[in-house]
């Protein structure tokens, strides 16, 4: 297998290889995916943007529920690679809902699973990666289980519904 060697100063690797060792993932693993992204997309796998220079404290959200998620994945699969770019829409629409901290995800080869309770009821959305503009929301009414499918954009108002 050929190598690629990079050079960074010390805290770059030192606060990346922490950051990854938490995704429950190596450098190489990351530095892989980042390649394998950059080929799929046919560039950057991310928006390269110039921050407004009087911006000194920025904060970058960490979603705890994919990290926990993608460490329950590995443990389960034995797999240490898994494509964090595919949930990004999903995770952007459901961080939106007032219980998105509560939220457990739960990762899967093509979809993700999130299960939160939302005022008083239980829900599960059910993305999946083939389909990224449809979920598919289950939740209990009695003793019956009722699925809805909407639009990913959708879910505030379908969960109101319920």
Do not use: W
């Not at 690797?13 to 992204?37: H, P, V, W």
């Not at 503009?133 to 699925?147: A, H």
């Amino acid at each position: 297998m050929p190598t690629i060697q990079v050079r960074t100063d010390h805290q770059t690797k030192t606060a990346s290889t922490a950051l990854f060792s938490q995704l429950g993932i190596t450098m190489s693993e990351a530095i892989n995916m980042f390649l394998r992204q950059s080929i799929m997309r046919g560039g950057i796998p991310f928006s390269l943007t110039v921050l407004n220079r009087y911006e000194t404290d920025i904060e970058i959200p960490e979603n705890e529920a994919l990290i926990d998620a993608l460490k329950r994945y590995r443990f389960v699969t034995g797999k240490t690679d898994f494509d964090i770019t595919k949930t990004e829409p999903f995770i952007r629409e459901v961080e939106t809902l007032d219980s998105a901290k509560s939220m457990r995800l739960t990762l899967q080869e093509q979809a993700v699973k999130a299960r939160f309770n939302y005022k008083g009821k239980d829900f599960i959305i059910d993305y999946n990666f083939q389909e990224p503009d449809k979920v598919f929301i289950l939740s209990r009414k009695g003793e019956k289980l009722v699925v809805k499918d909407c639009k990913l954009t959708e879910i505030s108002a379908i969960l109101e519904r319920f």
